[in-house]
């Protein structure tokens, strides 16, 4: 059984950074293809952060020079290291599964973990 445990957030301050790690047990990370989505209270679920079997990367607009998604395949950990931070960033962040293409894809998968909440102050 596939299991997903995230972990890394907190609370920064605007132009902060944070490094949020998904540990999976079950499941070869290096694998699959793997995203990072992350949703707000009233907010739609956002995909924010993609990368494939072969470690080709892709990221939503709003996110794109700030965050890097990254992978262990020892440690099977997937990793998002979140850079200046904005406001608008808050959000809780989960690890999912997802089809190859752009991070949007993977919004439409369930989510079946807990998250990691990440909220970012002025």
């Known amino acids: 059984q596939v299991q997903l445990v995230e972990s890394g957030g907190g609370s920064v301050q605007v132009d902060g950074s944070l490094r949020l790690s998904c540990v999976a047990s079950?499941?070869?990370?290096?694998?699959?293809?793997m995203a990072w989505v992350r949703q707000a209270p009233g907010k739609e679920r956002e995909g924010v952060a993609a990368?494939?079997?072969?470690?080709?990367?892709s990221y939503a607009d709003s996110v794109k020079g700030r965050f890097t998604i990254s992978r262990d395949h020892a440690t099977s950990t997937l990793y998002l290291q979140l850079n200046s931070l904005k406001s608008e960033d808050t959000a809780t962040y989960y690890c999912?599964?997802?089809?190859?293409?752009?991070?949007?894809?993977?919004?439409?998968?369930?989510?079946r973990s807990q998250g990691t909440q990440v909220t970012v102050s002025s």
């Open positions: 999912t599964n997802a089809p190859p293409g752009p991070p949007g894809l993977a919004t439409h998968y369930e989510l």
């Open positions: 079950g499941h070869r990370i290096g694998s699959y293809c």
């Open positions: 990368i494939d079997s072969d470690g080709d990367t």
